[in-house]
């Protein structure tokens, strides 16, 4: 289609198809459809470029290309969520554009083109949010899009957890909630989950004993326990009592701690209730309030809590705009070299309260954060490590304790 058709209304309808054949285009056939349509808006050609799932690399859909997200200028659109334009001595340039569905990091598309003007790169901008849906929309229905992401085998108890998890980061305009989870391929008990309605953030972090299939069982009857109490409208305390008795029943042998919460995203009003896990970390004004939300400890989730016979204790706390909490699981504080310091809660707080006093997006600092817990102990935890960030940002969505 001529440049002269767009202008005088020919992008609405050229959008208007390429919604059309997204549609109806299966998963892998979306770097032929975006070559059909690269020559219409303007520019030579566009690649897909999907994140790993340690978020290290990003390659491309077909398969030729992979660059390092830490060292190249698509890992920097990727970081920074923005745009990024790249001189080449044969081909003109090539714009980096962040694929972001929401909050959560796709990857990147590379759009290859002799030139650019406001017009080119709002088109380009459109194609990316629409790829962006599709991949979100497709990649449930397609092993080839989550082969994409893998650069190892995963064992039998990490698929069955990973099957299980939402996206990691989700959000909008009051909320950010972000989490990574290590060892990425062999995952024993450890989970989270996080969940958005008008009116709340409902987040929870778990941490099953063991590292085995049992472990991931443990982990995935708690989370349906968690999802299936929360949907049919049950409270904290709920929610917490369906998995102390699914797990007494059906694994009376296994437990696991955790956190299960809820955010008021207008009041601001942090509700949670702790069984046997890492109290939570409050930071404000870039420091770390000292046990601000540590409580008196209370058994596990599973037989424990039912020998215990108590009743679990649902705890409160108002923050304020720009708050972010900090949910982990022990395996992160605990991380440690053979013969050497562990990695420790004052070295792990620090740098996410550098980290975001610096700027960085929430979901980059803790991508970082988890990759420097990982160097630290040589690429080889010997316990699941889960962190969870959670950003309130007031009801007017601006942070008031620096950048989020």
């Not at 972090?205 to 085995?212: C, E, F, K, R, S």
């Not at 919460?261 to 207008?266: F, G, I, K, V, Y």
């Amino acid at each position: 289609m001529p440049e002269e058709s767009l202008a005088a209304g020919g992008g609405e309808e050229l959008l208007q198809g390429l919604l059309a054949d997204v549609h109806r285009t299966a998963p892998m056939g979306l770097p032929s459809l975006v070559d059909r349509y690269a020559a219409r808006i303007g520019v030579e050609r566009v690649v897909i470029y999907l994140v790993d799932l340690q978020q290290r690399w990003l390659t491309a859909l077909s398969g030729e290309d992979k660059l390092l997200v830490d060292s190249s200028m698509a890992g920097w659109a990727y970081r920074a969520l923005a745009l990024r334009v790249e001189e080449t001595r044969t081909e003109g340039m090539i714009v980096w554009l962040p694929l972001v569905d929401g909050e959560e990091r796709l990857g990147v598309i590379a759009c290859y083109t002799r030139s650019l003007d406001t017009a080119r790169l709002r088109r380009l901008r459109t194609l990316a949010s629409v790829l962006a849906m599709a991949i979100t929309s497709k990649r449930a229905f397609s092993d080839r899009f989550v082969e994409q992401s893998r650069t190892e085998t995963m064992s039998l108890p990490a698929e069955m957890v990973r099957a299980l998890l939402p996206p990691r980061t989700i959000g909008g305009d009051r909320v950010v909630s972000t989490a990574v989870l290590e060892p990425a391929y062999e995952l024993g008990g450890d989970a989270f989950d996080h969940a958005l309605t008008e009116s709340t953030l409902h987040v929870v972090i778990l941490d099953a004993m063991g590292h085995d299939l049992a472990s991931g069982l443990t982990t995935a009857i708690a989370m349906a326990g968690c999802r299936s109490t929360r949907r049919m409208g049950g409270g904290l305390r709920e929610l917490v009592t369906t998995v102390d008795d699914v797990l007494a029943e059906w694994l009376p042998d296994q437990f696991c701690t955790g956190i299960v919460a809820e955010l008021d995203l207008t009041a601001g009003v942090l509700k949670w209730c702790n069984g046997g896990h890492p109290p939570p970390l409050l930071i404000r004004d870039h420091k770390v309030l000292d046990r601000a939300l540590e409580r008196p400890g209370e058994p596990p989730m599973g037989m424990p809590a039912k020998l215990a016979g108590t009743p679990r204790e649902v705890h409160r706390m108002a923050l304020e705009p720009g708050d972010r909490v900090l949910l982990y699981t022990d395996g992160v504080t605990e991380a440690r070299l053979a013969n050497g310091p562990q990695f420790g809660l004052e070295q792990f707080s620090d740098y996410i309260i550098r980290a975001t006093a610096a700027g960085e997006l929430t979901a980059e600092a803790l991508r970082r954060l988890m990759h420097s817990i990982l160097e630290h102990h040589e690429d080889a935890l010997n316990d699941d490590a889960t962190i969870l960030l959670i950003e309130w940002r007031g009801v007017d969505g601006q942070p008031s304790t620096g950048p989020g």
